[in-house]
């Protein structure tokens, strides 16, 4: 199953990074929900004797829940990976907000290089290739979210101008009631005429 083979090379890797003197002794008998919101995939990460276990579906009570879009969970990984600020508009993180930053450092302290630790899986050319098309691919993603906000912000400038303000239909309000009281005004005017008449 994927989740297994993902907890395995998960473990590899942290197994690989040892001499980092990375703890998550700390972090023991603790769950992190991991949702992937734009598609409802749900997974959760056990930590039980050093080893993290990936597990599909929903945990039954986590300790920390972390979700967002594939976009979201690129962006906190870069943004921790390169030891800069949390981007805004990142993952949103729920729960217990001390084992939230029990993780958060965790992933600070692991010295990530992917394509250098995915070759000593699977390969250096593998590696190589497998980077240089996730770097295509992101980039491709960046682009077409970057669009698609221009385009959200051209249809609501376009829509607003469609929409009547607040203080526009106040008034136009205003002139029907006063269009309203002038006509029975005149109403009034051409019945006393008839009458007199």
Same mark, same amino acid.
């Given at each position: 199953?994927?989740?297994?083979?993902l907890?395995?090379?998960?473990?590899?890797?942290?197994?690989?990074?040892?001499?980092?003197?990375?703890?998550?002794?700390?972090?023991?008998?603790?769950?992190?929900?991991?949702?992937?919101t734009?598609?409802?995939?749900?997974?959760?990460?056990?930590?039980?004797?050093?080893?993290? +276990?990936?597990?599909? %579906?929903?945990?039954?009570?986590?300790?920390?829940?972390?979700?967002?879009?594939?976009?979201?969970?690129?962006?906190?990984?870069?943004?921790?990976?390169?030891?800069?600020?949390?981007?805004?508009g +990142?993952?949103?993180i +729920? %729960?217990?907000?001390?084992?939230?930053?029990?993780?958060e450092?965790?992933?600070?302290k =692991?010295?990530?290089?992917?394509?250098?630790?995915?070759?000593?899986i699977?390969?250096?050319?593998?590696?190589?290739?497998?980077?240089?098309?996730? %770097? =295509?691919?992101?980039?491709?993603?960046?682009?077409?979210?970057?669009?698609?906000?221009?385009?959200?912000?051209?249809?609501?400038?376009?829509?607003? %101008?469609?929409?009547?303000?607040s203080?526009?239909?106040?008034?136009?309000?205003?002139?029907?009631s +006063?269009?309203?009281?002038?006509?029975?005004?005149?109403?009034?005017?051409?019945?006393? =005429?008839?009458?007199?008449g």
């Amino acid at each position: 199953m994927f989740t297994n083979s993902l907890s395995t090379h998960i473990n590899k890797i942290l197994g690989l990074d040892r001499g980092e003197n990375i703890e998550i002794l700390e972090l023991n008998g603790r769950v992190v929900q991991v949702v992937l919101t734009q598609i409802d995939l749900k997974f959760h990460i056990a930590i039980d004797n050093n080893q993290f +276990s990936i597990k599909h %579906g929903q945990a039954s009570d986590p300790d920390v829940t972390v979700s967002g879009t594939a976009l979201n969970y690129l962006t906190f990984f870069e943004s921790k990976f390169r030891r800069q600020p949390l981007a805004a508009g +990142s993952v949103q993180i +729920s %729960g217990d907000l001390g084992v939230a930053k029990q993780v958060e450092n965790l992933i600070e302290k =692991i010295d990530f290089d992917g394509e250098e630790l995915l070759s000593k899986i699977v390969g250096d050319a593998s590696a190589h290739v497998v980077f240089y098309n996730l %770097g =295509i691919i992101r980039n491709k993603l960046l682009a077409t979210v970057g669009k698609a906000k221009f385009d959200l912000i051209d249809y609501i400038q376009y829509e607003k %101008g469609l929409v009547p303000s607040s203080g526009d239909f106040k008034n136009f309000v205003d002139q029907m009631s +006063s269009l309203s009281k002038r006509l029975e005004s005149v109403e009034h005017q051409m019945k006393t =005429i008839e009458k007199t008449g």
